[in-house]
């Protein structure tokens, strides 16, 4: 069994319409989760990837660059964004991805009005 491991997807960051933060190597995991940190108002949405080959997550979803958005789980009350986009204020909150296989993930920050601090954690 693999060691857990954290990846930092975004570090203070308040730049908004960021298309996908680093990018989380989930392959051989189970859990896939994200704690995030903001300051103000945020819209954030999960992109995974099943494919062997990292995507670029900036880029438009194709054949040859295989990515989708998937549904975050609150883990606290087990609601879901349904892959829509989670809204979040001011706080920290803990999220699981509603996909089993990945082997890629990241968020998107679809908009931004304060710093985001999101680190995923694959387990």
């Given at each position: 069994?693999?060691?857990?491991?954290?990846?930092?997807?975004?570090?203070?960051?308040?730049?908004?319409?960021?298309?996908?933060?680093?990018?989380?190597?989930?392959?051989?995991?189970?859990?896939?989760?994200?704690?995030?940190?903001?300051?103000?108002?945020?819209?954030?949405?999960?992109?995974?990837?099943?494919?062997?080959?990292?995507?670029?997550?900036?880029?438009?979803?194709?054949?040859?660059?295989?990515?989708?958005y998937t549904e975050?789980?609150?883990?606290?009350?087990r609601s879901t964004?349904?892959?829509?986009?989670?809204?979040?204020?001011?706080?920290?909150?803990?999220?699981?991805?509603?996909?089993?296989g990945v082997k890629?993930?990241?968020?998107?920050?679809?908009?931004?009005?304060?710093?985001?601090?999101?680190?995923?954690?694959?387990?």
């Amino acid at each position: 069994m693999q060691q857990p491991q954290n990846y930092t997807i975004y570090s203070a960051d308040a730049t908004a319409n960021i298309a996908g933060g680093k990018v989380a190597f989930c392959g051989g995991f189970n859990h896939v989760e994200f704690d995030i940190t903001v300051t103000g108002n945020v819209t954030l949405k999960a992109k995974i990837s099943h494919s062997d080959t990292p995507p670029d997550f900036t880029a438009v979803a194709s054949a040859t660059n295989q990515w989708s958005y998937t549904e975050l789980i609150d883990m606290l009350d087990r609601s879901t964004d349904s892959g829509a986009g989670l809204a979040m204020t001011a706080g920290t909150k803990s999220f699981r991805l509603n996909e089993d296989g990945v082997k890629h993930a990241t968020l998107e920050l679809v908009s931004n009005a304060g710093a985001v601090t999101a680190v995923c954690r694959v387990s």
